[in-house]
Structures are given as C-alpha cells and as structure tokens.
C-alpha cells in the first residue's frame, strides 16, 4: 500500500524550532517528487514547498522567507522540512503529499501532523 | 503569482442534486488544474486532474472541464459521502501550486 506518515508535530514558543518527517512506503520514493502543504486552523490549502527526486530542484513559497528548510533521504524514504523562528501564523496542520511528476497533481497524501506555536 | 478564486465559497444542496463547482485563475493556466476533496479532520484526496481526468478509483458522478481562466467541477448526482470541502488548484507554475479558497459542501 502507498503511505506517507508524517511526524514531529507539537507545541513550540514563537521563534522556536521543528523538524517534521515524512515517512514513505510502497512506492519508490527515489523517483517521486514530493510537497510539503500546510492547514492553518478554519483554513484553506497552502502549499509549502516542493523537493525533485534528487534534491537537484527546491522551491518555496514566498510567504516562508527563508526561515524553512525541505530536504530528503532517499536512502531511508523520508521527506523533512525543518522549520525555524516559528511564528503564529505558522500554526497549522502539515502534509506531505507526493508529486505526480508527469501530470503536476499531488496524488498521495499523508494524514498530517499538527504545529502549534503559542507561549 | 497565480491567483485561484472559487465560487461559491458554500453551497446547500440534496442528495441527487447536480451540482456545479467552478474556479477561475488570474491568468491563463491551460489546462493545469486539478481538484481535491477534503472531509473534516482528514487529508485531502485527488479528484480530477488536468482539468478533467478522473483519478484512478473516483467515482463517475465527478467530472471536471475548461481550460484557459475557467474551471467546473460537477457532481452529478450527488451522494452522502459527497458533503465535504472541494478545492481547485493550478499547477501551471508547477511546483509553485496555488489552491482556491475551497468550497463547503452543505446537506440543505
């Protein structure tokens, strides 16, 4: 079965740090590119970033301001984004979601994992 | 960068109802649109793409069409487990995605 679990979600003060995790399996993860999506709370879909197969090609979206990290290991079939000075706005529930590379669509999705930045 | 707006930002309907979706881009985007359905409390799941691909296992009842600036999605008939939150989302500047601000799905 094709899976994405992601973990690492939590409470963290405002300019604090986190790394999530994205863990793949039944589909060789090595081949896929893969995004990042963020939920804030009563919210729409934001997407977040996006990382090639290879890490040869990284995107991000504008609002981040280089403050978030996205990176893979492809030998272990995990996807990370690691995040830096937290902010409120920040809060949101975080996907991971596989890139159809042929047909620019996200087909698998994780079930997400929650960030909550607060004092 | 793109911007997606969907209307109606909510919607009461029936069960059996027809009911229509539509997303409308900044600019043209082609064919690169793609909606997802999204129930409380779960990840959103792929329905159409390129404007008008049923994705592998979505039912027949969906179907999406345009191109250039104007998008639908229609449920033909809709069903119980249809209720839920749809989004458009261009991936014409791919992998710079854009979701529209959704659609709520209501039982009237």
């Known amino acids: 079965e094709v899976q994405l679990v992601e973990s690492g979600g939590g409470l963290v003060k405002p300019g604090g740090s986190l790394r999530l995790s994205c863990a793949a399996s039944?589909?060789?993860?090595?081949?896929?590119?893969m995004n990042w999506v963020r939920q804030a709370p009563g919210k729409g879909l934001e997407w977040v970033s996006s990382?090639?197969?290879?890490?040869?090609?990284?995107y991000y979206a504008d609002s981040l301001k280089g403050r978030f990290t996205i990176s893979r290991d492809n030998a272990k079939n995990s996807l990370y984004l690691q995040m830096n000075s937290l902010r409120a706005e920040d809060t949101a529930v975080y996907y991971c979601?596989?890139?159809?590379?042929?047909?620019?669509?996200?087909?698998?999705w994780g079930k997400g994992t929650t960030v909550t930045v607060s004092s | 960068d793109i911007q997606m707006t969907q209307s109606p930002s909510s919607l009461s309907a029936s069960v059996g109802d027809r009911v229509t979706i539509t997303c409308r881009a900044s600019?043209?985007?082609?064919?690169?649109l793609n909606w997802y359905q999204q129930k409380p409390g779960k990840a959103p799941k792929l329905l159409i793409y390129?404007?008008?691909s049923l994705q592998s296992g979505v039912p027949s009842r969906f179907s999406g069409s345009g191109s250039g600036t104007d998008f639908t999605l229609t449920i033909s008939s809709l069903q119980p487990e249809d209720f839920a939150t749809y989004y458009c989302?261009?991936?014409?500047?791919?992998?710079?995605?854009?979701f529209g601000q959704g659609t709520k799905l209501e039982i009237k």
């Open positions: 600019q043209s985007i082609s064919s690169y």
């Open positions: 390129t404007a008008s």
């Open positions: 979601a596989r890139d159809n590379n042929s047909g620019y669509y996200m087909d698998v």
């Open positions: 990382i090639s197969s290879s890490s040869s090609y990284i």
């Open positions: 039944g589909f060789t993860f090595s081949t896929w590119s």
């Open positions: 989302q261009q991936s014409y500047s791919s992998p710079k995605y854009t």
